[in-house]
């Protein structure tokens, strides 16, 4: 535990002395715009946990930008900051944030409304993923014939409560798996010799210190200064959350806390061009 505070302090600086200036943006409210007009296609989007705005800088713009680059009309909205702080709080003991799942489904409902002859698709990464699953349990019944896909990234869901989705969505996961390292929180097996963490030792050993590395994956100012904040962010919510560990050390359920660079990785490594491909083929 105090190797686990000794990250939070030691990595506090970096974080002020990181460049401000934006290669991505990290929010997008097409849905909320009534100045606009409807578009054929919506897309909401839940980010991951720690990320920013409310689409994040993960995976949030590149596939926006991917879905702008196939489709003709199609609007993109997060979920809003209010609706879903994006904590690892609500992760750990929701399950994946209830809030979020509210806001988002409220959301496809005002659209719906609004605009009746749109297809919608639910879409999220790592804890977003978990929210949009939830979301469709709390969809309205009209607003939910229109959605026509499910689009996850990095999806925890099947360490957590495996909601299952409506047989009349169509659904696309996308996960780093059949590799050397692949990402522990979707993938259905470990690679050999990875080990599952036993102590809060292990867990610095195996979640913390790789994520050091993350700031040398990054793709641009604001995923570079996201990877240099994840660190001490991550190392409080353990602080924080320590009881639930150790619950699951118990229950044998710590591989939801296994975040790894892997798990970053989805925007920038072709995926997210692969899910605009899907949307556009519903």
């Given at each position: ?12 600086t970096?974080?002020?002395?990181t ?18 007009p409807?578009a054929?296609?919506?897309v ?7 990320d ?5 800088v ?21 979920v ?6 994006a ?37 999220g ?50 996960c ?107």
């Amino acid at each position: 535990m105090k190797s686990i505070l000794y990250a939070i302090i030691a990595t506090g600086t970096l974080v002020a002395a990181t460049p401000v200036s934006r290669d991505v943006i990290d929010t997008s409210f097409d849905m909320d715009d009534n100045s606009t007009p409807c578009a054929k296609t919506a897309v909401i989007f839940a980010r991951g946990t720690f990320d920013s705005g409310n689409i994040g800088v993960w995976v949030g713009p590149q596939f926006k930008k991917s879905l702008k680059d196939k489709i003709d009309s199609v609007a993109f909205q997060g979920v809003n900051e209010e609706d879903y702080p994006a904590n690892l709080a609500e992760y750990i003991t929701e399950n994946g944030s209830e809030s979020c799942a509210n806001g988002l489904a409220s959301t496809v409902n005002a659209y719906a409304s609004k605009c009746p002859d749109a297809k919608i698709v639910v879409s999220g990464w790592s804890q977003g993923s978990l929210c949009a699953h939830k979301s469709l349990e709390r969809i309205n019944a009209a607003p939910l014939a229109q959605v026509k896909g499910l689009v996850v990234f990095g999806d925890p869901n099947g360490l957590m409560d495996k909601i299952a989705v409506p047989s009349s969505i169509n659904v696309s996961s996308y996960c780093i798996k059949d590799t050397v390292v692949p990402d522990p929180l979707c993938s259905e097996t470990l690679a050999s010799g990875f080990k599952l963490p036993t102590s809060f030792s292990d867990l610095e050993d195996l979640v913390l210190d790789p994520l050091r590395d993350l700031p040398d994956l990054a793709t641009g100012v604001e995923q570079t200064k996201a990877a240099i904040g994840i660190l001490p962010q991550l190392a409080l919510g353990f602080f924080r959350n320590a009881k639930y560990f150790a619950k699951d050390l118990l229950t044998g359920n710590v591989r939801r806390w296994l975040l790894t660079p892997q798990h970053f990785s989805y925007g920038n490594n072709g995926m997210a061009e692969e899910a605009a491909a899907f949307v556009a083929g519903l």
